[in-house]
């Protein structure tokens, strides 16, 4: 299992904080969520939430941190 964030607004994940990618892979993998969250708080990143990536997507678990991510997904669209 991988502890990412992603942006829950354009699905991209956050691979540094100037860059965000479509993939994964690529993305930057924190040890646990609590980091993820403080990352995200103190960096001040917007529509985020941390992902809980497993190594097939339908076992995928989103935590929305930001009020954006809480929204359900046909409001956002």
């Known amino acids: 299992m991988k502890i ?3 942006n829950c607004l354009n699905h991209l ?3 540094s904080l100037s860059e965000w990618t479509s993939e994964a892979i690529e993305a930057k993998c924190f040890p646990t969520s609590e980091n993820a969250l403080a990352f995200c708080t103190e960096h001040q990143i917007p529509a985020v939430q941390v992902v809980l990536k497993f ?3 339908r076992y995928d678990i989103k935590v929305p941190i930001t009020a954006e ?3 359900p997904t046909a409001r956002r669209n």
Do not use: A, G, P, R
């Open 55 to 57: 190594e097939y997507d």
């Open 69 to 71: 991510c809480e929204e």
């Open 4 to 6: 990412l964030v992603q």
């Open 13 to 15: 994940f956050l691979k």
